[in-house]
């Protein structure tokens, strides 16, 4: 069984960088696909980008230019930094787990942009 967890600041402030990180259980992140998704408060969820079992990234066309996905094997985590980021940033943010199975899913973390 899969099991991951965020990890990161609750709060923000504009123009700054969201960092967070999901430590994952159960499963090596050398296999399958790892992803981050948000939700923003009324909103529907939106993919983010993922970080391929070779390592290779692929990110949302919108989200391209101020996202970046990496990991440490080492330690069984991935982590998403969010670069430039405004109050339309603020989110429910979760990692996410796509085996050959199943999805599995984070808890979520809030992470509030504001001054």
């Known amino acids: 069984q899969v099991q991951l967890q965020e990890s990161g600041p609750g709060l923000v402030k504009p123009s700054q960088t969201l960092s967070l990180t999901c430590t994952v259980s159960?499963?090596?992140?050398?296999?399958?696909?790892w992803s981050w998704i948000r939700q923003p408060p009324g909103k529907g969820l939106e993919w983010m980008g993922l970080?391929?079992?070779?390592?290779?990234?692929y990110y949302s066309p919108s989200l391209k230019s101020r996202t970046s996905i990496y990991r440490d094997t080492s330690k069984n985590q991935f982590s998403l930094q969010l670069g430039s980021v405004t109050p339309e940033d603020t989110a429910v943010y979760y990692c996410?787990?796509?085996?050959?199975?199943?999805?599995?899913w984070g808890k979520g973390t809030l992470v509030t942009v504001s001054t």
């Open positions: 970080i391929a079992y070779d390592g290779n990234t």
């Open positions: 996410n787990a796509e085996t050959s199975t199943k999805y599995y």
């Open positions: 159960g499963g090596s992140i050398t296999t399958n696909g």
